[in-house]
């Protein structure tokens, strides 16, 4: 089993700054790619941002060049920095990460959701 922990949600002024942290924990053995869905009224949960084993990384086209996922993988951890937020981009944040465990057992795994306001 792996479990995902999601951190550092809150609210903030338009404008303004967050960083996400998200740490897994469990019989981890590799990390395939971990990222952040975003769950925002009127639509459905989206791919916000991912970053792969190699290190490529994917934005949603409305972050771009605003958030910034990286990772430490040592800490099995990985991190959205949000810069210039917007009101729109209020919801609630989920992590994401696809593992092999040590048993060889490839999974998915979800955070529980950290809630992030945007006030105009």
């Known amino acids: 089993q792996v479990q995902l922990v999601e951190s550092g949600g809150g609210l903030v002024q338009a404008g303004g700054s967050l960083r996400l942290s998200c740490v897994a924990s469990?019989?981890?053995?590799?990390?395939?790619?971990m990222g952040w869905y975003r769950q925002t009224p009127g639509n459905q949960r989206e791919l916000v941002a991912l970053?792969?084993?190699?290190?490529?990384?994917h934005y949603v086209d409305s972050v771009k060049g605003r958030f910034t996922i990286s990772r430490d993988n040592a800490k099995n951890t990985a991190y959205l920095q949000m810069n210039s937020l917007k009101p729109e981009d209020t919801g609630v944040y989920y992590c994401?990460?696809?593992?092999?465990?040590?048993?060889?057992?490839?999974?998915?795994?979800w955070g529980q959701g950290t809630q992030v306001t945007v006030s105009s």
């Open positions: 994401y990460g696809n593992f092999v465990r040590r048993d060889w057992q490839t999974i998915d795994a």
């Open positions: 469990g019989s981890i053995f590799s990390i395939n790619r």
């Open positions: 970053i792969r084993s190699g290190g490529s990384t």
